[in-house]
Every structure is written in structure tokens, then in C-alpha cells.
């Protein structure tokens, strides 16, 4: 079946660096790759997207890259802050039959950014 | 705008017993979706409303599992009996047409004993 595979499962950063997620899919047919930034014990929150038809997205310290062609896509995260530390998933939209299309996630990155 | 509204926040059972989760999407949003969250995994889909019809159940167990949203607003998601392996967190989402945009309400934390 579809499936969208995420590394690393965990990153510990120390604030003001970079930090890089990275997620492939399967399905040559997804056209839609959101971001979500999931604190503890909360709602998983859209932080990005991007679709098929763009390369990059950037959203002041966030990003994201799409390569078509490979079949994946990164989030960037730049001079990063504490408050930065979250569980991270990407996701791509797949299509089952004739639908609109539904969502797969990837397992998730645990971001720590230590001070 | 309001988001997602979901309850309980915490419900504790024993297995064999039933459970029933109440959402309320965003308003004006077409599409609802329910979303089991295992701990340590993302979310997977478990049903996905079009106002009030089904367009994707491929994924609800239908044995134990059952949804509706009558009037194409508020749904409920139904566990009938509950096993061990329905611990998770139950996340509703809405979207105003499929394809678009999810937001999530905050879930509802299962634990069966």
C-alpha cells in the first residue's frame, strides 16, 4: 500500500542551528505534502505545505523542498528556538479510486532544541 | 474562527465495554475526518465524511467501529466492544472541501484497561 517513510525518528539541536526532516512517499500520483508541528499532549497544527507544482515554500524560518522526481520532500527549520521542540509529521496525499485524495502520515520526528 | 471541537478530552474503559466520541468541525466546513493516533505514530484515517456521506471507510475496522454524521455537521465515532489495541488518541479534522487544508481538534485520549 501507500506508505511515507520519515527520518530521523528523533534530532536534538542546539538553539540558532538548522534542523532538516525528511520524508519519501510512494505513491507517484500524490500532489499535496503538508507539515505538522505536534506538541505534547496537543493538536497536530499545519505549519507548512506545498504542492506538486512548486519546488520550495518558505514561511520565515520554515521551508520546504519537494523533489518530484525522487519522490521526496525536506522541511527546514532554521535558527531554531526552544519553542521549536515538537513531534513533526509530514504527510502525503494519496488517491484511493476516484477521490479527492486522503492523507498518509510518516511517524514523526521528535524535535529538542537545547538552549 | 472557532477550530475543532471534540469530546471527551479523556476517556478510560475496560475492554468489551462501548464508547462514543463527539466532534464538531469547523464551521461551514464540508468535510470531516476521524483519525486514530497510536502512540509514537501519526495519525491514520479511519473514516472521512463529505457533508453527511462517507467518501472513504476503506481503513475503519467495521466490526467494531462504526461513524455517522446525520446532518452533515457534528459527528460521532462508535467503539463496540473496545479491545486492548484501541488505546490511542482519537483526533477529529475538518477541511472545507476534501483536498484541501485539515485542521485538527485537540482529540480524545482512550485508554482501555
Known amino acids: 500500500g501507500e506508505n511515507v517513510e520519515q527520518h530521523p525518528s528523533t534530532l536534538s539541536v542546539q538553539e540558532g542551528d538548522s534542523a532538516v526532516i525528511k520524508c519519501t512517499y510512494s505513491d507517484s500520483a500524490s500532489n499535496y505534502f503538508p507539515w505538522y508541528k505536534q506538541e505534547l499532549g496537543k493538536r497536530p497544527q499545519l505549519i507548512i505545505d506545498i504542492r506538486s507544482n512548486v519546488g520550495e515554500k518558505k514561511d520565515q524560518r520554515i521551508a520546504v523542498t519537494l523533489n518530484k522526481t525522487a519522490k521526496h520532500f525536506s522541511l527546514h527549520i532554521t535558527e531554531t528556538q526552544p519553542e521549536d521542540s515538537a513531534v513533526y509529521f509530514c504527510?502525503?496525499?494519496?488517491?484511493?479510486?476516484?477521490?479527492?485524495?486522503?492523507?498518509?502520515f510518516g511517524k514523526g520526528t521528535k524535535l529538542s532544541v537545547k538552549p | 474562527e472557532a477550530g475543532v471541537a471534540q469530546s471527551p478530552r479523556y476517556k478510560i474503559i475496560e475492554k468489551r465495554q462501548s464508547v462514543a466520541f463527539w466532534c464538531n468541525p469547523i464551521s461551514g466546513h464540508a468535510t470531516l475526518y476521524w483519525y486514530q493516533q497510536i502512540l509514537g505514530q501519526g495519525p491514520k484515517l479511519l473514516i472521512q465524511?463529505?457533508?453527511?456521506?462517507?467518501?472513504?471507510d476503506s481503513q475503519l475496522p467495521k466490526d467494531r467501529f462504526s461513524a455517522e454524521r446525520l446532518k452533515g455537521v457534528d459527528s460521532t465515532l462508535k467503539i463496540q466492544p473496545a479491545k486492548l489495541e484501541d488505546s490511542a488518541v482519537y483526533l477529529c479534522?475538518?477541511?472545507?472541501?476534501?483536498?484541501?487544508?485539515?485542521?485538527f481538534g485537540d482529540g480524545t485520549r482512550l485508554s482501555i484497561l
Open positions: 504527510a502525503a496525499r494519496y488517491f484511493v479510486g476516484g477521490s479527492q485524495g486522503n492523507l498518509i
Open positions: 479534522a475538518s477541511s472545507p472541501h476534501g483536498g484541501q487544508p485539515q485542521h
Open positions: 465524511f463529505q457533508n453527511n456521506g462517507v467518501v472513504d
